[in-house]
């Protein structure tokens, strides 16, 4: 069946750094895009970076632009976020989804589209 699972979460310090990875089974993974996503305490799940199996594209939430780097192997079918610089507000569940499109990744990923999920992975940044 298909699943998405993350991992690489954790307890850092402030100005950290944390590499997150998204595994897929169940699915041909070059047929999809694959988003980040996050949830804090009593806030919405936003989208923070995605990355498109077509033509390579990438999108950043201007939160994390600079400190964070999206890529993929399909190869593997694995999907890692790079995480430097890390900042207390950063402190969420992680989120991987899938997105079935042949389109690009040039904005921000939007929750509704995607296929499917993972079960997300925690991260705590302490100050």
């Known amino acids: 069946q298909v699943q998405l699972v993350e991992s690489g979460g954790g307890l850092v310090q402030f100005g950290g750094s944390l590499r997150l990875s998204c595994a897929a089974s169940g699915f041909t993974m070059d047929y999809y895009v694959i988003g980040w996503f996050r949830q804090a305490p009593g806030k919405e799940r936003e989208g923070v970076s995605c990355i498109s199996s077509s033509d390579g594209s990438t999108y950043y939430a201007d939160s994390v632009k600079g400190r964070f780097t999206i890529s993929r192997d399909n190869a593997k079918k694995t999907v890692h976020l790079q995480m430097n610089s890390l900042k207390p507000e950063d402190t969420a569940v992680y989120y991987c989804?899938?997105?079935?499109?042949?389109?690009?990744?040039?904005?921000?990923?939007?929750?509704?589209?995607?296929?499917?999920w993972g079960q997300g992975t925690q991260v705590t940044v302490s100050s």
């Open positions: 989804a899938a997105l079935y499109t042949n389109a690009g990744c040039l904005v921000a990923p939007v929750i509704g589209e995607y296929d499917y």
